[in-house]
């Protein structure tokens, strides 16, 4: 799911920048690197994923590293958009807002430069950041997100090819960032004082795979690191999960790991994640989901879903239906299918809009459903918390140990740990009440 963070509200804690030109009468960016930056005042959008964000959080480092002072856009020398490229909408957004700066000294990063260039080009005339090249002057995996939270990027990549994914053609197949890497990166943040630990990648659960190592191997290590802190495991892949379920379980008794899990499974239908090239089947994602919670009844499975992928049909979309009301997903990403360029699938044939969006509202009403159900059955509970965040004055974002999104109605310090009832449902989130220390 898209975001958008700008400038100004976020903590700070390869190569060089990709060659994107070519004289063939389109404007084109131009290669360059972050030293010409320096000593400028720059203002950041930065929109994607979790990793996505991590890399806007190093280069603001770096930035500040070289002088440059972060200010908004109306003070900026530079502007510096970190684009994501995952669905149509998220592409029509993107060249909105470089539209919107096209006259401007202006850079941009992320995933979009590395597959759409030409996009870009057709509306302005930017310089390129290389995302090889923000991780080569910040290296490590490490960096301080919003409030209490440290962001720790293990790997870019990954081993599948879904035949809808853009994201696979802009970060490339799985390279895994090293273990000793990864518990330094932990390290330190633990020591600046994060409390909750986000493990991300575009496929977490397929971290080692292509070192002869594995996710629950380096889970006991981080684990085993001395400190207080939790860590929230990032997406994983159903094929990647399958592949480790049982010592991944196992891995989830420590209590230094959130009981959440997000497993994007896109379909329902056999036959459409087969067009998909998912790598998995129906039943095992029900394994999956069934066997954590057989060991952990609370646990908060969240997922991902397309509606309207090429070649679905109402009975296809009922097996969707029918497989969210059995495995319970608790949060779940909704997505029209969106043809991306590029990629197999964009040259099948699209269902009519009318009909994945229809779809699409029939899902979001059944999640609704589960999410209320979900945490209703907290109100009443007396859960531990800690405190991670703060976007609302005079309240503060708590995490349960199943990653329940508490609001307190306090301002209480980061890291604060304590216990809270549970008093009310807004389905995003649960409100609590602090439970007083005897």
Known sequence: ?????????????????????????????????IQELQGKRVYIESYGCT????????????????????????????????TCTVIGATERKMLRRLTAFADRDLYVTGCMPLVQRERICSVCSPRIIHPNEIHERFPGAGIRGP???????????????????????????????SPETILDAVQNLVRSGACEIQVTAQDVAAWGFDRGESLPDLLQDITEIPGRFFVRLGMMNPASVLRILDPLIEAYESDKIFQF????????????????????????????????????????????????FPGETDEDFQKTIDLQRQAAFVKVNITRYSQRPGTPAAAFQDLPERVRTERS?????????????????????????????KKVPG????????????????????????????????????????????
């Not at 802009?170 to 895994?176: H, Q, T, V």
């Not at 009310?424 to 409100?431: A, D, K, P, T």
């Open 1 to 33: 799911m898209e975001t958008v963070q700008g400038k100004g509200s976020l903590p700070r804690v390869g190569t060089s920048a990709g060659d994107v030109g070519s004289s063939n009468g389109r404007r084109e960016p131009i290669s360059i690197t």
């Open 51 to 82: 990793y996505n964000h991590a890399d806007t959080w190093r280069l603001e480092a770096i930035l500040e590293g070289l002088g440059c002072r972060l200010t908004g856009p109306d003070e900026a020398d530079a502007v510096v958009i970190n």
């Open 147 to 177: 409030g209490a939270t440290g962001v720790v990027q293990v790997a870019r990549g990954c081993m599948g090819r879904c035949s809808y994914c853009i994201t696979r053609l802009a970060r490339g197949r799985l390279l895994s960032t």
């Open 261 to 308: 899990i997000h497993l994007p499974v896109q379909s329902g239908s056999d036959a459409v994640l087969e067009r998909m090239q998912r790598g998995y089947r129906t039943d095992d994602v029900i394994e999956i989901v069934d066997a954590f919670r057989e060991r952990y009844p609370d646990m908060m499975i969240s997922s991902d879903f397309i509606t309207g």
């Open 361 to 389: 509202r029939a899902l979001l009403a059944e999640t609704n459903r589960i999410y209320d159900l979900y945490n209703e059955r907290w109100i009443g509970r007396s859960v531990p918390i800690v405190a991670t965040e």
């Open 395 to 438: 309240s503060t974002i708590c995490r349960s140990p199943c990653y329940l999104n508490v609001i307190i109605k306090e301002d209480l310090p980061f890291g604060f740990s304590g216990r809270a009832m549970i008093t009310e449902n807004q389905r995003h989130y649960v409100i609590g009440e602090l439970v007083p220390r005897v």
